[in-house]
């Protein structure tokens, strides 16, 4: 995208928007910014702020202060020159229930200016990427979500947007269409355009973006790479072990050793049922370590294992470790 | 895909091309469905007409002469009615469910001229349903009340009116939330429908005085007046200019409150 290059595609700074009538911030002084090309992922429950972030840089929310740029453009102060760079693929279906799938596309770019000739073959050649075609003529009322999603998609790049946002692009869809649509937000990144995307699923930020920023409550816990993000839990694991057990007593006692071993840092306590002892030890390290340690100490109480498994960290974890709890 | 290549617009050329496109989107739907757009439009005033003009005049319930007063009030009630439900109804179920509005809000344009186009084609929508009433009245009463001399009154009428209808509908598109649109309708559309001094002319109402004061408070009263004075100025009516001062006014207070509306539902 010729016009941003060098600079940002987006920025944001301090920004912090309050809903009227609202006792918290919806986002919370958040600061990002997401380079051309590059595709950004923000991560977080429901309620986080993603949503109001992209708001925001879509000009469909006014900040409460802070300042946020698409393409070099104060989205605040030239809400109408923002508009012509951003495009919004919403959550939920909000195509043109009036106009077919090819007119919902037509004029969307006649909206945004795009000539006449040009608009006419650009719908036919996104319809047909998009697997579309055949149903050009067909109004979306009677779309199932995954394709509403796609002709939102196809849509969206009609007037070539510099900054394509897509809130919670494969939430309820079915997984065919989940990975049809990961496989388009590929391709659109390797032409260059620049994605946002908000998304609570884990694995969908740690299959596709470039970097993630994961928000809680309105502010932003982290900022870096899939990988950078989990690095934080480098050689971080679990492990998962299972033993026949005589009696509770001697779970117990063998629980409060195993909590004991170098390298162990909290011992939770998996239902295996009765006469067996479940156990996952959440390491430090690397968990073959702690396979001998573990076996031998279970040994002196006079168990044997008989299952055992090894848990590398995810996203999930990071988050879990950033916010103390689960996502969902 | 296709080499797209960056298009930065400013301000004015990009508003102007979203405007008259999104204009051109509403033309064209209604040309998609100009059968459901005659039908919606013609229905009402045609019974009214056929009923109050034609069936009680026919069986000596009303006056000679009732027809030809009634007919500029229901011409003044389509002018209004028909901006209003064409504005009104949509702007509730895009803003409230189907957000179908929301790919024009993202349009290179300042939001208050997304407003302006609702107001603008639901205006010209009511002004086509308002001289078709012309031919209609005609074929069901056999004469209409026309004068060639009334024309620049008349015309001013139907563009106040279809304005004001259009700003009642903005007002009642963005308060009004969508869960409650059908009890807003009843609320506001019955007596919007009988106390705009349609169907009877308000000086006639000295008789009854409350239901007079009434009737001045309704904009469409200044619209079925203004009309009169146009069509049949030998029945008593409200001055025009009078019509005119509080029309004008009438749609500076209904687009303050309708546009500001507009912004709240548009922006958060």
């Known amino acids: ?328 | 895909m296709t080499a797209l290549a960056p298009r930065v617009e400013d301000g004015a050329g990009s508003a102007r091309r979203a405007f008259l496109a999104i204009l051109r989107r509403d033309l064209y739907v209604t040309w998609g469905e100009l059968p459901v757009f005659l039908a919606q439009v013609i229905l009402q005033p045609l019974f009214l007409l056929f009923v109050f003009g034609k069936v009680l005049g026919s069986l000596g319930y009303t006056q000679r002469g009732y027809a030809d007063l009634l007919f500029p009030g229901l011409v003044a009630l389509t002018a209004v009615i028909t901006s209003m439900q064409t504005l009104a109804f949509p702007l509730v179920v895009e803003f409230g469910w189907t957000k179908e509005i929301e790919d024009r809000l993202l349009a290179p344009l300042p939001t208050g001229w997304v407003a302006a186009e609702k107001v603008i084609f639901a205006a010209l929508r009511s002004m086509i349903a308002s001289l078709l009433m012309l031919p209609i009245g005609f074929l069901v009463l056999g004469s209409i009340p026309w004068r060639w001399a009334g024309l620049p009154l008349f015309a001013v009428m139907v563009v106040l009116g279809a304005l004001l209808g259009a700003g009642l509908g903005l007002v009642i598109g963005t308060l009004v939330q969508p869960n409650r649109i059908n009890v807003a309708f009843s609320l506001i559309f019955t007596p919007l429908l009988f106390t705009g001094c349609s169907q009877y002319p308000w000086p006639s109402l000295e008789r009854l005085r409350w239901f007079q004061v009434v009737t001045a408070i309704n904009p469409m009263t200044y619209v079925s007046e203004g009309m009169r004075g146009a069509l049949v100025p030998a029945v008593p009516h409200i001055s025009p200019w009078i019509c005119v001062v509080v029309l004008l006014a009438s749609l500076g207070v209904l687009m303050t409150i309708g546009v500001r509306g507009f912004y709240r539902r548009a922006v958060n």
């Open chain 1, 1 to 328: 995208m010729a016009a941003t290059v060098g600079a940002s595609a987006v920025v944001v700074e301090d920004l912090v928007k309050r809903y009227p009538k609202s006792e918290t911030n919806a986002v919370d002084g958040v600061s990002f910014a997401v380079a051309p090309g590059e595709l950004f992922g923000l991560l977080g429950p429901n309620g986080a702020g993603k949503t109001t972030t992209v708001g925001v840089l879509t000009t469909r929310v006014r900040p409460t202060g802070g300042r946020a740029e698409v393409a070099g453009v104060d989205v605040v102060r030239y809400p109408v020159r923002a508009r012509g760079h951003v495009a919004v693929v919403p959550q939920r279906s909000n195509l043109d229930r009036s106009l077919s799938i090819r007119n919902n596309l037509i004029f969307h770019a006649a909206y945004h200016g795009v000539p006449a000739r040009t608009r006419e073959h650009q719908a036919d050649e996104l319809l047909r990427q998009f697997g579309l075609f055949e149903r050009a003529n067909v109004k979306p009322d009677l779309f199932s979500g995954g394709q509403a999603q796609r002709v939102m998609i196809a849509r969206a790049l009609m007037h070539a947007p510099t900054v394509l946002f897509l809130d919670e692009p494969t939430t309820g869809l079915d997984p065919a269409a989940r990975l049809f649509v990961w496989d388009r937000l590929r391709e659109l990144k390797e032409q260059g355009v620049t994605l946002v995307m908000t998304t609570h699923a884990m694995d969908e930020a740690a299959a596709l973006a470039d970097r993630v920023g994961i928000m809680d409550h309105g502010k932003l816990l982290a900022l870096d790479t899939p990988d950078g993000l989990m690095r934080s839990q480098i050689g971080r694991s679990t492990l998962d072990l299972a033993a026949p057990c005589p009696d509770a007593e001697t779970a117990d006692a063998a629980i409060g050793k195993l909590a004991a071993l170098s390298g162990v840092e909290r011992v939770e306590r998996l239902d295996r049922g009765d006469g067996e002892l479940g156990v996952r030890l959440y390491l430090s390290g690397e968990a073959p370590q702690l396979v001998a340690p573990a076996a031998a100490l279970l040994a002196e109480h006079g168990m044997t294992i008989t299952d055992m498994k090894v848990g590398t960290p995810t996203l999930e974890d990071v988050f879990i470790d950033l916010t103390g709890r689960t996502l969902r």
